[in-house]
């Protein structure tokens, strides 16, 4: 296995690259209501904000994955009713924020809440998950934060296993009722780990 560092933002440049990521990690989640892919990647390529990334890089500077959090300041995924507005148009719009309004976590005082880790499948079994995680714990740790929240939906127990072999411990669920439909998993999974 080559270096892979992982390093605070992405250039403009890099910003289809880290949409794609995301997509990848979470387009299957949001293809009813954001997709199809092109306009979906379009639209976190427009929204997202380098400021609450970490990104994970090969020794020739190749993004390989990354980890988005979000705190009172703002998020990765920072687009709002405006940017949906001009993606998708009024109606379409309006009806993607309704949608989107349930999934939407709230940042409580004391906590990093990860706003979705994405590791590209060329990656994947290269530890770039774990680095990532360290890093968004030393992220927290820096800013003087008491802990790291996370959401794990149930289709992927994979990254489930990874967050608890890393320390997090689940703490809740919620239940996404009819919005099954639209999101395709039927609850999800709050867990969280303690900073010493």
Known sequence: MGQISVTPGFSDAERPQAAHLYWQAFGEKLARTLGPTPRGEAFFAKVMNPDFALVARDADGRMLGLAGFKTGEGSLADGGLRDLLSTYGVLGGLLRAALLAPLERKVEQGTLLM??????????????????????????????????RLDVIDTNPRARSLYERQG?????????????????????????????
């Open 115 to 148: 706003d979705g880790i994405c590791v590209g499948s060329e990656a994947r079994g290269r530890g770039v998950g774990t680095l990532l995680l360290d890093a968004i714990k030393g992220e927290a740790a820096k800013r003087e934060l008491s802990r790291v």
């Open 168 to 196: 997090f411990v689940a703490t809740g669920q919620e239940q996404t009722g009819p919005l099954r439909h639209v999101f395709g998993f039927t609850e999800s999974t709050t867990m969280v780990f303690p900073l010493p």
